[in-house]
Every structure is written in structure tokens, then in C-alpha cells.
């Protein structure tokens, strides 16, 4: 699955990417009373410009991407600073108080996300094959402390192939069960 992803992003085939602030974001976020910096961790994040949009609203936020060229995009795309570094086998990029972590989402352990208080998934979910979608909600529910609120912004689609891949209702119940 790893390839197939950053296949996708060398090629330009990123037709999920948004080139404007999801409106599921704007409209939802406030009712999860997160309040100002409260950190937000963001799971296969991309270059989304929701990151942009959370920074705004005061949030530090934490992604987590597999493609380098997608972090690459979004820091050049950006103003101020970048700052790189290297931690626990990620390559990692801070623009103000966007730090992206360029590495296997799998591989993120609890010791690195210290001070994380909500996470936002746009289509992290829904990316991801049913194999690995409950271990996805699992691991995510590990990085995140007990209350912590959060937003999953998802579609629906008819049809087995993917991505995005179909997630109906109930799946998405039973992995909030982990959350």
C-alpha cells in the first residue's frame, strides 16, 4: 500500500487533494470545544491546507505523512521558516506551529506525541484498505489521550476498489469504539 501511495504523489495523481480549506472543517470544528493551543494531530495528512487553516485557529498541529514530496509541497507553499530535522526515523519539517513528520503513520509512537489534545482525519480513514482500517482507529486511539476530542471527515461511496475505499457506517462506529 505504501508504494501504490507514493506512486501516486510522484506522478501528480492527487486528485483528493483540496485546493481550498475543507468546508466539514470549518463548520464542525468549533463544536468540538477545542480550545486554543490545544495540539492537533493530523494522520496522513498530505499537503492539506486544513493544517493551515487549524494553525490559524491558534492550534499547534502534528502531521503525519509517507510522501516527502507531499510535506515538500506544503512548506513551499507556505511562508515563514522551515526548520528540518531528524528524530526517531523520521524526517520532519516545522513551519510555525506545523510540524510534519515524514514517515510510516504506523511507526509514530505514543513517546513522540506528547501534548496532543485532538487529532482531525480528512480521508485518513477511508484511504486506507479494510485490513487495515481497525488497526489504523487502534493506533490512532494509543497516540491520543483518553478525552481527547476529534474530527472524521469521510464520504460515501458504492463499490469495493479503492482508494477511497467504501466505510460504511457501522465500520466507522466500531472503530470510534477504540477512540
Do not use: N
Not at 485532538?118 to 485490513?131: K, N, Q, S, V
Not at 472524521?152 to 472503530?175: I, K, M, T, Y
Request: glycine share 10%.
Amino acid at each position: 500500500m505504501h508504494e501504490h501511495w507514493l506512486k501516486r504523489w510522484e506522478e501528480g495523481r492527487i486528485g483528493f487533494h483540496r485546493d481550498s480549506v475543507h468546508p466539514a472543517l470549518i463548520r464542525h470544528w468549533p463544536m468540538l470545544g477545542a480550545v486554543p493551543g490545544t495540539k492537533v494531530l493530523v494522520p496522513l495528512c498530505g499537503k492539506s491546507l486544513d493544517m493551515r487553516w487549524l494553525a490559524e485557529h491558534q492550534h499547534p498541529v502534528l502531521g503525519i505523512e509517507l510522501s516527502e514530496r507531499a510535506l515538500e509541497q506544503f512548506v513551499e507553499d507556505g511562508r515563514g521558516e522551515v526548520s528540518r530535522y531528524q528524530q526517531d526515523g523520521f524526517a520532519i519539517l516545522r513551519q510555525g506551529s506545523i510540524e510534519l513528520w515524514c514517515g510510516d503513520f504506523f511507526h509514530f509512537h505514543i513517546a513522540q506525541a506528547s501534548e496532543i489534545g485532538a487529532f482531525y482525519d480528512r480521508a485518513a480513514l477511508i484511504a486506507l484498505p479494510e485490513a487495515t482500517r481497525q488497526r489504523y482507529a487502534f493506533h490512532l486511539a494509543q497516540l491520543i489521550p483518553p478525552g481527547a476530542r476529534g474530527l472524521l471527515v469521510s464520504l460515501s461511496r458504492s463499490g469495493d476498489d479503492g482508494p477511497p475505499f467504501h466505510v460504511d457506517g457501522a465500520e466507522v462506529a466500531c472503530c470510534a469504539l477504540f477512540l
